[in-house]
């Protein structure tokens, strides 16, 4: 096992795994890996570059060679900061066609595990637990029912002052979700040695402290 100690909250889109990471890595003071946000980095570089998100090869090599730093708020993509443009529902649904990609996963690999650093990591995606860091020593799998989550990520969108259309949503998130589940590599699923954190009719607060609460206790 890693000396680093590394817990690891997979889930489905809009669960509120991202903000349930960040705040639990800042109570202990460890470092936060936001995985999404490198698929995604991916898909908006492939974009830029007009490039098919579906050519695997071509894909595959942008991922490896992506000039990415992140920087705070701040997420550089080849000098430019593209934190909200990474957030787009367009760049969503792309980074999870790049996602199914076996060789884009591969090379997004060492990416990843130069995150691990001490005093601790909190790591969010899909895979974290099952591929990027099996090792870990409290690994989650955060959820909410589907409309749930189609309703956050809507309220989300309206207090940023887009538009936001709560049928689209939910559609958009199953079928997210479909690709992350179904696809043959790293597919997102509950793993036997994952904790199962529901947080359909709990608010942020109390998912922290029960992922804070699992912490103490290993
Ligand atoms: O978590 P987020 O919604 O930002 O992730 C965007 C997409 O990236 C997901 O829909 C999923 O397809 C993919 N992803 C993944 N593995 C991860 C993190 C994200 O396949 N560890």
Redesign the pocket.
Known sequence: MSIVPVITI?G???SG??TVAQRVAAELGFGYL???????LT?LAAERRQLNWRDEVVVARLAGELDVVFDGAAVLLDGNNVAEA??GETV??G??????LPSV?TALLAR?HAFAALPGLV??????GS??FPDARLKVFLTASAAARAERRYKQLIGRGEQADLAAITADLES??A??RE?KV?P?QQWPDALLLDTTDMGIDEAVEQVLMWWKTR
């Open positions: 997979d489905p889109s809009a795994k991202g936001d995985s999404g946000a490198l698929y995604r898909a990474i957030r969503g649904v980074a999870s066609i790049v996602a199914a996963r990843q790591a969010d995606g899909r895979d974290m591929v990027v997210r979700d690709r992350d696809r790293a997102l």
